[in-house]
């Protein structure tokens, strides 16, 4: 596989090798490459997300890193008394799907021979790249806002990572981490375009799960929509490679309390504004301006998918109904089933449609 990287913006090319994850004009980088899912080349003897090395744009003489990351349970359920599947991401190395990302992002960082890194996170990520590193051996500073609750900081220090909690919201935590990645490198899931290539692996896994289709809806949580990007492009490429005949639409839900995406989407057309913005329980997805924003709305427009809100009291009462069934999923993960009870009405009970558990529960205890 030939693999490049492109920038967005003034399409100056690098190599897979060259220790870059934004260009030097400032613009995010993209990765090019032929994508073609090859039925028989899905691994037998590889596990979890390696399964689909073969899509993956890693050299194939590279060593890949893995804790066992993938191939979580795709659980069929009912819940608000309608039948939708569940992709069990919480039960990750982690506790949560940045796993897929973490693993090929450090997976190259490695092999480029970096042996420092500086992420920002409101902590799942940020527990994840630790993990990671720590398997590859490499040195990381996670920068987290002082709003990040205790569980997820003691989780990203015992894997040995730096801890800097200087930063009071999550926008300064991500300044913080991009003045200190000149010292070293930003492994940046927002950024490095190798994070959303491993996270692809969950539309793939849904495809695969399901019988080789496409579900007809998928409902998802948005912050910086890395889930739901990476998602997109994994169904982009089974789409491409004929093995579906139509890409899922994309239904994205914010907590109203932080829902930049939402307003933008609502206001079609008109000017950037301020959101306003208050705290939520759904930490993980709390992003006053996602980076790739427009990004996040042209999958939305382009399935016909929407973007929608919901409170605290939903997601609260969302959360303490999936306890009650037995699921430990952590506050964050109870928003994308809020939504799905909130926009049931605008649902074909025909629809096949597949949402996520995000985050493991035993993170927000
Ligand atoms: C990261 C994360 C999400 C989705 O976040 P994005 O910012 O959209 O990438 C959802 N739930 C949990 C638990 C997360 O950690
Ligand atoms: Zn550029």
């Known amino acids: 596989m030939q693999i490049d990287l492109v920038c967005s913006r003034c399409h100056t090319r690098y190599s897979w090798y060259d220790p870059v994850w934004q260009c030097r004009c400032g613009g995010l980088l993209e990765v090019d490459y032929q994508p073609q899912i090859d039925i028989d080349k899905i691994g037998s003897e590889t596990q979890g997300i390696w399964r689909f090395r073969s899509a993956i744009p890693v050299p194939e003489k590279v060593d890949y890193l893995s804790l066992g990351e993938g191939f979580t349970p795709l659980l069929k359920l009912e819940l608000w008394g309608r039948e939708i599947y569940v992709k069990q991401d919480h039960l990750f190395p982690t506790g949560s799907y940045k796993d897929r990302g973490s693993a090929v992002m450090i997976t190259r960082i490695k092999e480029i021979g970096i042996k420092q890194v500086v992420e920002d996170s409101s902590g799942n990520a940020g527990a994840s790249v630790a993990a990671y590193c ?60 190798f994070f959303i290539q491993g996270v692809k692996t969950f539309a793939f896994e849904i495809w695969e799960q399901l019988g080789m289709r496409s579900p007809d809806m998928l409902i998802l949580p948005v912050g910086n929509g890395t889930l739901l990007l990476g998602a997109y492009l994994g169904f982009s490429e089974l789409y491409q490679s ?102 049931s009405n605008s649902i074909d009970p025909a629809e096949l449609i597949v949402t996520s558990f995000t985050g493991h529960g035993l993170k927000a205890i």
């Not at 398997?135 to 990040?148: L, W, Y």
Request: hydrophobic share 35%.
């Open 242 to 343: 004929g093995l579906i005949s139509k890409i899922p639409r994309f239904i994205g839900v914010q907590a109203s309390n932080c829902a930049p995406l939402v307003n933008a989407y609502k206001k079609k057309g008109a000017q950037e504004h301020e959101t306003v913005i208050k705290p939520t329980i759904a930490e993980g997805i709390a992003i006053a301006q996602p980076l790739r924003n427009t990004q996040i709305l042209k999958v939305i427009s382009e399935t016909e998918g929407d973007l929608i809100t919901v409170s605290e009291t939903e997601i609260k009462a969302t959360h303490h109904y999936l306890v009650k069934m037995g699921f430990s999923v952590e506050p964050t993960s109870a928003v994308a089933i809020a939504g799905l009870k909130k926009y």
């Open 134 to 193: 720590a398997a590859a051996g490499i040195e990381a500073k996670i920068v987290v806002p002082s709003t990040t609750s205790k569980h997820k900081v003691d989780q990203i220090g015992i894997y040995g990572a730096e801890i800097d909690r200087s930063t009071s919201c999550r926008s300064d935590a991500e300044k913080k981490a991009i003045s200190l990645s000149r010292e070293s490198y930003y492994a940046s899931h927002v950024r490095d375009p």
